[in-house]
């Protein structure tokens, strides 16, 4: 079986980004709207007035400051409270095409690879423009060259299924280079008047060239040592958005067709199972704790990432062990462990071994385990 290799990585951040304070100020507007103009219902007691939002609780519950955004002023307008895309003709690329592209330029740029060189792009994320034609045959015609493209959605997890089916590509020999991108526009599925989930996401496209390892200088990125993935179906993260929509007998609200968690039992249910399969991951490869250099998580939530790392590590991990983009970034779904890694990953020294591991919705959940070559 040949050898894959995550050779280069890319990452593309949108150019506004929104503060939770600023957040905070717009959707804390939206309520006192709200309570104002129900205020005669609230009064009798035949609706419930909302709540205010604080940015000190964002911070301390999820370790988000801020989040890079396609739109800022659509976001922040009270009266609009999502991102305003421009709509976009047949002929025209879509905005996640050209947020593919943006990400896959300096990819291929860091490999030293063309167009030319590339089998098959993968589109792995938490949202796509339309069934069809696929994204990744959209990027694919962008892109140039020959290779064939196809979409894969496994929410949060979506990265670490698409390095998985790009080294299973080219363990088997079916392609020598296969590009995976994920090109997350995750604030158009955020309802920015649910108190309990405003502050979540942002957006962002990352982009990984896995590559044949006899085609790879010795000394040029990653060895896929082992990939993990695994699924177990769960209704805590949904999005009822879909094609059957308009054909449902019962109309479905705006909300229902975004984004809905219940945090409290996705933090319980899903940072155990990451850390379990991380640690049962390690052991089939004869590996354990003690060879980790460093973990490039998802960053959903600050708190849980501390949890799964010292299940993982059987001790708190130290900032060099776990960094995180919390802060600047926020939840950028599939790319998330992408951005990490791509930020994070220089510094190891040949032979050194760092896990990247997607989770989220389904609920599913990757493990990739890489060493420095
Ligand atoms: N501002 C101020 N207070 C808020 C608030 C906000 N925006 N949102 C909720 N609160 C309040 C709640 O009303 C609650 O008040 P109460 O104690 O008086 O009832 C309190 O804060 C705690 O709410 P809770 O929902 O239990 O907070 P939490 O500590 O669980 O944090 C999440 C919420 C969403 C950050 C957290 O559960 C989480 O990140 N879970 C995992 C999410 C995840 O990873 N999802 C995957 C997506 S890929």
């Known amino acids: 079986m040949k050898q894959a290799v995550l050779s280069a990585t890319g990452l593309y951040t949108p150019p506004e980004s929104i503060s939770n304070d600023e957040l905070v100020a717009s959707f804390n507007t939206y309520v006192d709207r709200y309570n104002e103009t129900h205020a005669a219902e609230i009064a009798a007691g035949e609706r419930a007035p909302l709540s205010h939002s604080?940015?000190?609780?964002?911070?301390?519950?999820?370790?988000?400051?801020?989040?890079?955004?396609?739109?800022?002023?659509?976001?922040?307008?009270?009266?609009?409270?999502?991102?305003?895309?421009?709509?976009?003709?047949?002929?025209?690329?879509s905005l996640q095409c050209e947020m593919a592209m943006a990400a896959?330029?300096?990819?291929?740029?860091?490999?030293?690879?063309?167009?030319?060189?590339?089998?098959?792009?993968?589109?792995?994320?938490?949202?796509?423009?339309?069934?069809?034609?696929?994204?990744?045959v959209e990027?694919?015609?962008?892109?140039?060259?020959?290779?064939?493209?196809?979409?894969?959605?496994?929410?949060?997890?979506?990265?670490?299924?698409?390095?998985?089916?790009?080294?299973?590509?080219?363990?088997?020999?079916?392609?020598?280079?296969?590009?995976?991108?994920?090109?997350?526009?995750?604030?158009a599925h955020l309802n920015f008047r649910d108190r309990d989930s405003h502050f979540i996401f942002g957006d962002v496209c990352t982009a990984a060239l896995i590559e044949d390892a006899d085609d790879v200088a010795?000394?040029?990125?990653?060895?896929?040592?082992?990939?993990?993935?695994?699924?177990?179906?769960?209704?805590?993260?949904?999005?009822?958005?879909?094609?059957?929509?308009?054909?449902?007998?019962?109309?479905?609200?705006?909300?229902?067709?975004?984004?809905?968690?219940?945090?409290?039992?996705?933090?319980?249910d899903v940072g155990p199972m990451v850390a379990e399969m991380i640690v049962d991951h390690l052991g089939a490869h004869a590996l354990t704790a003690a060879d980790v250099r460093r973990l490039w998580l998802h960053q959903a939530n600050i708190n849980m990432n501390t949890l799964i790392a010292k299940r993982v590590l059987g001790r708190p991990a130290t900032a060099a062990e776990m960094p995180s983009v919390f802060a600047e970034y926020g939840n950028t779904s599939?790319?998330?462990?992408?951005?990490?890694f791509h930020q994070y990953a220089g510094d190891l020294a040949p032979g050194e071994i760092g896990v990247m591991s997607g989770f989220g919705a389904g609920y599913s959940a990757g493990s990739v385990i890489l060493r420095r070559r």
């Open 334 to 340: 599939s790319a998330s462990p992408v951005i990490v």
């Open 104 to 136: 896959i330029e300096p990819c291929l740029a860091a490999a030293g690879r063309t167009a030319a060189d590339i089998d098959a792009v993968l589109v792995a994320c938490s949202n796509l423009p339309r069934p069809y034609p696929a994204l990744a």
């Open 139 to 187: 990027v694919q015609s962008a892109l140039g060259g020959g290779a064939f493209g196809f979409d894969l959605n496994v929410a949060c997890a979506s990265a670490a299924f698409g390095i998985q089916t790009a080294a299973d590509m080219i363990r088997s020999g079916s392609a020598r280079r296969v590009l995976m991108v994920n090109p997350e526009i995750c604030t």
């Open 218 to 268: 010795p000394s040029q990125g990653f060895d896929i040592v082992g990939t993990h993935l695994q699924t177990q179906f769960s209704n805590n993260i949904r999005n009822n958005f879909g094609f059957l929509n308009r054909t449902e007998t019962q109309p479905r609200t705006d909300a229902d067709r975004l984004f809905v968690q219940n945090g409290r039992k996705v933090f319980k």
């Open 54 to 93: 604080s940015a000190e609780f964002i911070t301390k519950a999820s370790g988000i400051e801020s989040r890079y955004v396609v739109d800022k002023a659509g976001i922040l307008d009270p009266d609009t409270m999502h991102p305003r895309i421009r709509t976009r003709g047949n002929d025209e690329p």
